[in-house]
């Protein structure tokens, strides 16, 4: 199956510092990646989604300024997150999109390790 | 209601049960169906995909599609402790280019030896 890498798998930081993740598909090319969220035991929580060479689409609710997305090639994808708080401490997942055959009649997503971030 | 619905137990089954788990949903516009399984602190591994209704056998996993009554299942035969995590149904309906997936909450299953 298609592969998702993530760096770095989890990062520590002062709080009002910047961090930033990679999201990058390894043996495919995705025109489109999804940024995802996840607080213990919760469900995923879309952030965005990343399409290639254009601006990304914030979910409703996530503040774009803070959490910076570039997709700035057909496999690399980053997320930043912009003076970051405590309450900012999270598992990060992203995902990239896999359509296959004509008809579309697969379209999936496979999704990276995680990144997990603690905000001292 | 919810779009997708998922107990999310925990299901705790000995070693060898047949496990399943199901996901009910509202939107009949759904076409996609994935069933992800997630270790913990690890990001969900595709399991089974499956386009439309109908069953897919992959070893000991078989999902099943029933969009008339909008339910999805499934199912382990020969569960084995490595398969203890959480289960998280998803699906989609990927008119143009949203590739948005839906989850449920995810079952956390424990499989005892």
């Known amino acids: 199956g298609a592969v998702v890498s993530q760096h770095p798998s989890w990062v520590i930081c002062k709080s009002g510092t910047s961090v930033k993740i990679e999201c990058r598909s390894l043996d495919f090319q995705a025109t489109t990646m999804f940024w995802y969220r996840q607080f213990p035991k919760q469900s995923l929580m879309l952030m965005a989604t990343s399409n290639e060479g254009s601006k990304a689409t914030y979910e409703q609710g996530v503040e774009k300024d803070k959490f910076l997305i570039n997709h700035a090639s057909l496999t690399l994808s980053t997320l930043t997150v912009t003076s970051a708080h405590p309450e900012d401490s999270s598992f990060y997942i992203c995902?990239?999109?896999?359509?296959?055959?004509?008809?579309?009649?697969?379209?999936?997503?496979?999704f990276g390790p995680g990144t997990r971030l603690t905000v001292l | 209601q919810k779009e997708v619905e998922q107990d999310p137990g925990p299901l705790s089954v000995p070693e060898g049960a047949i496990v399943s788990l199901n996901c009910t949903y509202s939107?009949?516009?759904?076409?996609?169906f994935m069933w992800y399984r997630q270790y913990s602190r690890k990001g969900p591994e595709l399991l089974m995909y499956t386009y439309s209704s109908g069953n897919k056998e992959d070893g000991r996993f078989t999902a099943q599609v029933d969009k008339s009554s909008k339910y999805i299942s499934l199912f382990i035969r020969d569960s084995q402790p490595s398969d203890s995590a959480t289960y998280l149904c998803?699906?989609?309906?990927?008119?143009?280019?949203?590739?948005?997936?839906?989850f449920g909450k995810g079952t956390k299953l424990s499989v005892k030896p």
């Open positions: 998803a699906m989609a309906n990927y008119g143009g280019s949203q590739g948005n997936l839906i």
């Open positions: 939107n009949s516009a759904f076409q996609y």
């Open positions: 995902s990239a999109r896999v359509l296959i055959g004509m008809g579309g009649n697969t379209d999936t997503q496979y």
